[in-house]
């Protein structure tokens, strides 16, 4: 089995990253591919959306350190076929203790090593932290390829080149495998013209770097995670169930 390894990530925080981490990798899983979902988030929204607790003993934090093997701290959750590494708020402390150790942008992706090897997982997805710091670097030396949520709005746009520039940064240095998987629109709204104004200006600077699928405001989505749900259990029906559904299509075809 071939595993494929993507970050999803934007330093800016609000635009969906979390959410499209869960429910992507969620909608993965019901479509038989198995997944590992790894939580790089100090605030480990992905874990607790997933229902799972936030324990340091089962987390990624001592795993990065080499304290513990990445298998060892992999949890079950209550999708068939999708597994978890956890994260806790104590991981913000972790890009301090990194960055003391030797090979520092690579922790992330030695620990993988072993799992790859195994052929255990079709997808690896890792939710970054809304921020470009050691976590992040990590995942982007780690990860074939970089999924960045996107939001519909203007404020949005600044960033993106700032993760492009990035990406060139760490395939000139670290990872000469990153390339951009795609761009993702999040709280898309087309009955307003920023919504559609936003598109439009991205697509005239990344006409082969955009999914078509486009994740939609929906209440639903908001609301999943308080009750530690995907949004595949908690509203199967809704429009932001049926995007995820849509852009997990699209994903495995690119991937």
């Given at each position: 089995m071939k595993t494929h390894v993507t970050a999803i990530t934007n330093q800016k925080g609000g635009v969906g990253k979390t959410t499209t981490s869960v429910n992507l990798s969620a909608a993965?899983?019901?479509k038989g591919k198995k997944t590992l979902l790894i939580d790089l988030d100090p605030q480990a929204n992905a874990t607790s959306g997933?229902?799972?607790n936030k324990l340091s003993e089962e987390s990624i934090y001592?795993?990065?350190?080499?304290?513990?093997?990445?298998?060892d701290v992999i949890q079950e959750t209550s999708i068939p076929k999708l597994h978890v590494a956890s994260s806790e708020l104590d991981l913000a402390g972790a890009e301090i203790e990194i960055a003391r150790m030797d090979n520092y942008?690579?922790?992330?992706?030695?620990?993988?090593?072993?799992?790859?090897?195994a052929e255990t997982y079709h997808y690896i997805i890792f939710d970054c932290p809304p921020s470009l710091g050691l976590l992040t670097l990590n995942a982007l030396t780690a990860a074939r390829s970089l999924l960045v949520p996107l939001q519909c709005e203007y404020y949005a746009l600044e960033g993106l080149s700032v993760i492009m520039d990035m990406v060139i940064k760490i395939q000139e240095s670290t990872n000469d495998r990153l390339r951009l998987d795609g761009i993702l629109f999040t709280m898309f709204d087309n009955r307003t013209n920023l919504s559609r104004d936003v598109v439009d200006e991205v697509r005239n600077h990344?006409?082969?770097g955009l999914y078509k699928t486009m994740?939609?405001?929906?209440?639903?989505?908001?609301?999943?995670p308080s009750h530690g749900e995907s949004i595949f259990s908690y509203a199967p029906s809704s429009s932001g169930a049926k995007a995820y559904l849509d852009l997990a299509k699209e994903f495995m075809k690119r991937n």
């Open positions: 993965l899983a019901s997933l229902g799972l001592p795993v990065l350190l080499g304290e513990q093997a990445l298998v942008l690579y922790r992330l992706r030695e620990a993988l090593v072993p799992v790859i090897e990344f006409q082969d994740i939609p405001r929906n209440v639903r989505l908001s609301e999943a």
